[in-house]
């Protein structure tokens, strides 16, 4: 998974391959993209929410994974897993962050999928790196938070 770092530089790189500079983007999206905050992004020290990262993608007409594509990493998620409802029901009103940013994900992935079992909710790959950008970690920090506070479900062995 991408770092902030790394998705600011392959934003810098989609608008100069673009060939636009900060203020031709600012110019361009008739000042929806404001060139010092596109800046920032860039740079990696201003947060870009994953909504955001959509509409950014849309306006330069890349799709989304240009921004996390690992190349080809491996890691813990290259297969699903499953979280824990239940568990993650008594961090809801604890203040921490990343599960905070899990609940609302989670939220999102069981009304998407109509997925209403009310224990567990199965995570793909593509979810855990939606997570990683929503929390500014990596994919395997964002694994071993999971781990952390237990919300993961062990797979059974046959």
């Known amino acids: 998974m991408a770092t902030p770092i790394e998705i600011g530089s392959r934003l810098r790189d989609i608008r100069r391959q673009q060939e636009l500079t900060l203020k031709q983007v600012e110019i361009k999206s008739r000042g929806v993209w404001k060139s010092v905050v596109v800046g920032s992004y860039e740079r990696g020290t201003r947060t870009l929410s994953i909504e955001k990262a959509f509409r950014l993608c849309d306006f330069y007409g890349v799709p989304y994974s240009a921004l996390i594509d690992n190349g080809g990493e491996k890691s813990h998620t290259e297969k699903a897993f499953r979280i824990d409802l239940t568990a993650l029901r008594t961090f809801e009103k604890s203040g921490d962050r990343f599960s905070q940013e899990l609940a609302r994900l989670v ?9 209403w079992n009310g224990h567990f909710i199965s995570m793909r790959r593509s979810d855990c790196e939606t997570l990683a950008l929503m929390t500014s970690l990596t994919e395997e920090s964002t694994y071993k938070s ?3 506070r237990r919300l993961l479900i062990k797979a059974l062995k046959n």
């Open 107 to 115: 939220g999102f992935i069981i009304k998407k999928r109509n997925d």
């Open 146 to 148: 999971l781990e952390h």
